[in-house]
């Protein structure tokens, strides 16, 4: 039973560090637009898009779904 346990704390820790890496968002860059919104080339499945403007070319502003 320690082995399975080891391995499935193996398993979730180097899941951990890989999705770390990915927490920097290199889409946003920065911008910010509306009320508590970001500039992103696509929105997340957890927000909705707002609209463009103050957004660069080619981005939309993105905010959370509460």
């Known amino acids: 039973m320690s082995y ?3 391995t499935l704390g193996l398993i979730i820790i180097t899941l951990l560090l890989l999705t770390a ?7 946003a860059q920065g911008w910010t637009c509306g009320y508590r ?3 992103r080339k696509h929105c997340y499945a957890q927000e ?3 609209g463009y403007h103050g957004c660069p070319r080619r981005y939309r ?3 959370l779904r509460f």
């Open 4 to 6: 399975n346990t080891g």
């Open 37 to 39: 919104g970001l500039c």
């Open 61 to 63: 502003c993105c905010a």
């Open 21 to 27: 890496g990915e927490a920097d968002d290199t889409d």
């Open 48 to 50: 909705y898009m707002i």
